[in-house]
């Protein structure tokens, strides 16, 4: 009885004992890559070393091809694959111009179990064109209407669009725009200014790859701009009964006040009413342009109440549409 109990027991602690000592052998982790995004600042120059593959030193016949989606983009340099399986393996880059592309590693390789293997890793690549920030990055639309100050004007209600030039061509920098008085003139990012009130200030030009990065560098390039009153009818009044004299604040093109002997259609006197006083046919009407004074006589007295209309296809000798006039005005000694 004592001996069989002593079998058994020694049974057990070897089994106990061949339990503790069983090893799990783990699978080697699969090669990747150590980043799958790239950004990369210029073009022509090679990025050394810009992709690497890891997890390549436990496999067998070990092989690899790299590509580009988009060569134009970034291309595969020719000694793509530089390194050993210790250290892993390299891919070089030539950025050849701003945009995106995805480049791809299809490898291959053999496991300590010799199973053959075929993954593809996947890299997603940016090129950026910063700009050389060189004398090249302009206003190319520049209208100076004063060459002593290299001052632009810009009539009031108007808008006027700039337009900049980024070095160099395909740059992924953009423009962007700043008013130094926003009660002056105001400006939007594509370039459209549009003046507010009477004054004078700076147009200024700024480049980056984004607005916060773009005013943190210095101005490029800038513009004064003056915005002034739109030409226009500066006052309506009678010099006789049968003659009234329209004042312009501006010297105006006289084919666009006067055909032939009479007004154009762009100046108009209808007969009209205000406060029970309605204006009487005034018969045959002349027009003669005397500096900025238009001198309209009728053949008819001037009784009652006119709409007095003066269109903005009337324009300046500095070819500036004026203002559109539209008042209707009551006779009494003068028009009021």
Same mark, same amino acid.
């Given at each position: 009885?004592?001996?069989?109990?002593?079998?058994?027991?020694?049974?057990?602690?070897?089994?106990?004992?061949?339990?503790?000592?069983?090893?799990?052998?783990?699978?080697?982790?699969?090669?990747?890559?150590?980043?799958?995004?790239?950004?990369?600042?210029?073009?022509?120059?090679?990025?050394?070393?810009?992709?690497?593959?890891?997890?390549?030193?436990?496999?067998?016949?070990?092989?690899?091809?790299?590509?580009?989606?988009?060569?134009?983009?970034?291309?595969?340099?020719?000694?793509?694959?530089?390194?050993?399986?210790?250290?892993?393996?390299?891919?070089?880059?030539?950025?050849?111009?701003?945009?995106?592309?995805?480049?791809?590693?299809?490898?291959?390789?053999?496991?300590?179990?010799?199973?053959?293997?075929?993954?593809?890793?996947?890299?997603?690549?940016?090129?950026?064109?910063?700009?050389?920030?060189?004398?090249?990055?302009?206003?190319?639309?520049?209208?100076?209407?004063?060459?002593?100050?290299?001052?632009?004007?810009?009539?009031?209600?108007?808008?006027? %669009? &700039?337009?900049?030039? =980024?070095?160099?061509?395909?740059?992924?920098?953009? $423009?962007?725009? *700043?008013?130094? +008085?926003? !009660?002056?003139?105001?400006?939007?990012?594509?370039?459209?200014?549009?003046?507010?009130?009477?004054?004078?200030?700076?147009?200024?030009?700024?480049?980056?790859?984004?607005?916060?990065?773009?005013?943190?560098?210095?101005?490029?390039?800038?513009?004064?701009?003056?915005?002034?009153?739109?030409?226009?009818?500066?006052?309506?009044?009678?010099?006789?009964?049968?003659?009234?004299?329209?004042?312009?604040?501006?010297?105006?093109?006289?084919? %666009? &006040?006067?055909?032939? =002997?009479?007004?154009?259609?762009?100046?108009?006197? $209808?007969?009209? *009413?205000?406060? +029970?006083? !309605?204006?009487?046919?005034?018969?045959?009407?002349?027009?003669?342009?005397?500096?900025?004074?238009?001198?309209?006589?009728?053949?008819?007295?001037?009784?009652?109440?006119?709409?007095?209309?003066?269109?903005?296809?009337?324009?300046?000798?500095?070819?500036?549409?004026?203002?559109?006039?539209?008042?209707?005005?009551?006779?009494?000694?003068?028009?009021?």
């Amino acid at each position: 009885m004592k001996i069989r109990k002593m079998i058994v027991l020694t049974v057990i602690t070897a089994a106990a004992l061949l339990k503790t000592d069983t090893i799990t052998v783990e699978a080697a982790t699969p090669p990747a890559l150590v980043t799958e995004t790239v950004k990369l600042e210029g073009v022509g120059k090679v990025n050394q070393y810009t992709l690497k593959l890891m997890n390549t030193e436990k496999f067998r016949d070990f092989n690899f091809v790299w590509t580009s989606s988009n060569p134009k983009v970034v291309k595969v340099a020719k000694k793509a694959g530089q390194g050993d399986a210790q250290n892993g393996y390299y891919c070089n880059l030539v950025p050849k111009t701003k945009g995106t592309a995805e480049v791809k590693c299809v490898v291959t390789y053999t496991t300590k179990k010799n199973v053959q293997k075929k993954k593809t890793l996947k890299a997603q690549v940016e090129v950026t064109v910063p700009s050389d920030r060189s004398e090249d990055n302009k206003i190319v639309n520049k209208v100076i209407s004063d060459e002593k100050t290299q001052t632009m004007y810009i009539y009031q209600g108007d808008t006027y %669009t &700039v337009e900049g030039a =980024v070095s160099p061509i395909g740059s992924s920098d953009n $423009i962007y725009w *700043k008013s130094t +008085d926003e !009660e002056v003139f105001t400006v939007a990012t594509n370039g459209a200014i549009q003046a507010v009130e009477e004054g004078a200030a700076v147009l200024e030009m700024y480049v980056g790859a984004t607005e916060e990065a773009a005013f943190a560098k210095d101005k490029l390039d800038s513009l004064k701009i003056r915005t002034i009153a739109r030409p226009s009818v500066k006052s309506v009044q009678l010099s006789d009964t049968k003659v009234l004299e329209i004042n312009f604040t501006h010297a105006v093109v006289k084919s %666009t &006040v006067i055909s032939g =002997v009479g007004l154009t259609e762009n100046v108009a006197l $209808i007969p009209a *009413k205000k406060d +029970d006083k !309605e204006g009487r046919d005034l018969g045959e009407i002349r027009a003669v342009l005397t500096g900025k004074t238009l001198v309209i006589t009728t053949e008819n007295e001037f009784s009652g109440a006119y709409q007095i209309v003066v269109s903005d296809n009337v324009i300046t000798t500095d070819q500036v549409k004026i203002a559109a006039y539209d008042e209707v005005k009551k006779v009494v000694l003068s028009l009021e």
